[in-house]
């Protein structure tokens, strides 16, 4: 059909004019637009059988509820190693706690010598209820237990300046 355009698997550069109105006759514009559609055929080659054998990665539902942060700042001996310290908080979290890390050591005035404050950001969300705040404050003197029963520590608060 004369004046019908090619498809675009037969495209060629020389084509590129009956795309492109006549209003730009500008040789340079012309000329980008021409490589323009040359380069997007080879955007949308895809390989459909790539696309179907691999294992497409499953994400945890996001839950509508919220999270509750609590950063508690516990004062332990120098010689204990915060990572033992977030092992044996990540064993004692209830089913509520979603993450327990450490964000920051602090040591210098205001603390025993020999002593060091971990301060650790504990995040709590229950995927099909609000979580209450005697839960919530339940949830870290268990925590709080946890680091006094195994380490000897105490949060910073009730440490004696």
Same mark, same amino acid.
């Given at each position: 059909m004369p004046g019908a355009l090619p498809r675009t698997s037969e495209l060629r550069a020389q084509d590129t004019h009956r795309l492109i109105p006549s209003r730009f006759s500008d040789e340079s514009v012309?000329? /980008?637009?021409?490589?323009? %559609?040359?380069d997007l055929q080879a955007?949308?080659?895809?390989?459909?059988?790539?696309?179907?054998?691999?294992?497409?990665?499953?994400?945890?539902?996001?839950?509508?509820?919220? %999270?509750? /942060? /609590?950063? %508690?700042? %516990?004062?332990?001996?120098?010689?204990?190693?915060?990572?033992a310290v977030l092992a044996a908080l990540q064993?004692? /979290?209830?089913?509520?706690?979603?993450?327990?890390r450490l964000f920051d050591v602090y040591r210098g005035p205001g603390l025993t010598e020999g002593r060091k404050s971990l301060a650790i950001l504990v995040l709590m969300q229950d995927t099909s209820r609000t979580l209450t705040d005697a839960e919530i404050d339940d949830t870290v003197a268990t925590l709080l237990r946890v680091v006094a029963d195994q380490f000897g520590g105490s949060l910073r608060s009730q440490v004696s300046q």
């Amino acid at each position: 059909m004369p004046g019908a355009l090619p498809r675009t698997s037969e495209l060629r550069a020389q084509d590129t004019h009956r795309l492109i109105p006549s209003r730009f006759s500008d040789e340079s514009v012309l000329a /980008r637009l021409t490589r323009d %559609i040359v380069d997007l055929q080879a955007l949308f080659e895809l390989d459909a059988a790539t696309l179907t054998t691999g294992v497409l990665p499953v994400g945890d539902p996001v839950s509508a509820l919220p %999270i509750v /942060r /609590r950063d %508690i700042a %516990i004062v332990v001996a120098e010689e204990v190693p915060a990572g033992a310290v977030l092992a044996a908080l990540q064993e004692a /979290r209830a089913p509520h706690v979603e993450s327990v890390r450490l964000f920051d050591v602090y040591r210098g005035p205001g603390l025993t010598e020999g002593r060091k404050s971990l301060a650790i950001l504990v995040l709590m969300q229950d995927t099909s209820r609000t979580l209450t705040d005697a839960e919530i404050d339940d949830t870290v003197a268990t925590l709080l237990r946890v680091v006094a029963d195994q380490f000897g520590g105490s949060l910073r608060s009730q440490v004696s300046q």
